[in-house]
């Protein structure tokens, strides 16, 4: 094992607390556990040093982004058989939790002067809602008295949730979409995207 005697213990313990007070501000707590420690006046290996900070990196928060295609049709009956817009995985290194915001662009293409509404929310199982939902309704074209006329009604899609992740282990979060059984104005969503910010460790 190749071992190093120039680097001396207070400047290795310097940098490790360096490393820590950068860190433990963005995940706000203080209980990082690194492999191994030292005392004054002992050989260090730099397996160790490396390990230590391998730890102190699985500690840091982490941020993933997925975007969509550009339009995706949203379906759905009254037996909430809903539309999985988009997908995402995260494999975390440590337990901890995920909060993963859905966004993007919700277009109703309104045709006929009728309301409509779309169900959104986030799960880790494909094509059903669930609460907390996201709600976005359209309100019929402006000149109901003419309904040939189309009209692309735009809202913005902002809906975040949070869970529970164990590390090594994959993760699939899905968007998933549900509309009225109505279906007769076309309802689309436009670039969707999921962001995952990963906080490792969970609250006491």
Excluded: W
């Excluded at 490393?19 to 004054?40: C, H």
């Excluded at 045709?111 to 409509?116: A, H, L, R, T, W």
């Amino acid at each position: 094992m190749k071992q190093f005697k120039s680097i001396r213990y207070s400047n290795v313990m310097m940098m490790l607390s360096a490393a820590l007070l950068l860190i433990l501000p963005a995940i706000g707590r203080a209980d990082v556990t690194v492999p191994s420690t030292f005392a004054s006046g002992t050989t260090i290996s730099s397996s160790q040093v490396n390990a230590n900070f391998s730890a102190l990196a699985d500690a840091m928060p982490g941020v993933k982004t997925s975007t969509g295609t550009v339009l995706t049709s949203i379906t759905g009956t009254a037996g909430n058989n809903a539309t999985s817009i988009m997908s995402m995985s995260v494999t975390p290194p440590v337990s901890g939790n995920v909060i993963v915001i859905g966004s993007g662009t919700i277009f109703f293409n309104q045709s006929v002067p009728k309301y409509n509404r779309a169900t959104f929310s986030l799960n880790t199982t494909a094509g059903v809602t669930k609460y907390p939902e996201y709600v976005t309704a359209s309100f019929g074209p402006r000149d109901e008295a003419a309904p040939g006329v189309a009209q692309l009604v735009a809202q913005s899609l902002n809906i975040v949730d949070v869970f529970p992740v164990t590390g090594g282990i994959t993760t699939t979060i899905y968007l998933n979409a549900h509309r009225d059984a109505t279906g007769i104005n076309t309802i689309q969503a436009e670039y969707p995207r999921l962001t995952a910010i990963f906080v490792p460790n969970t609250l006491p």
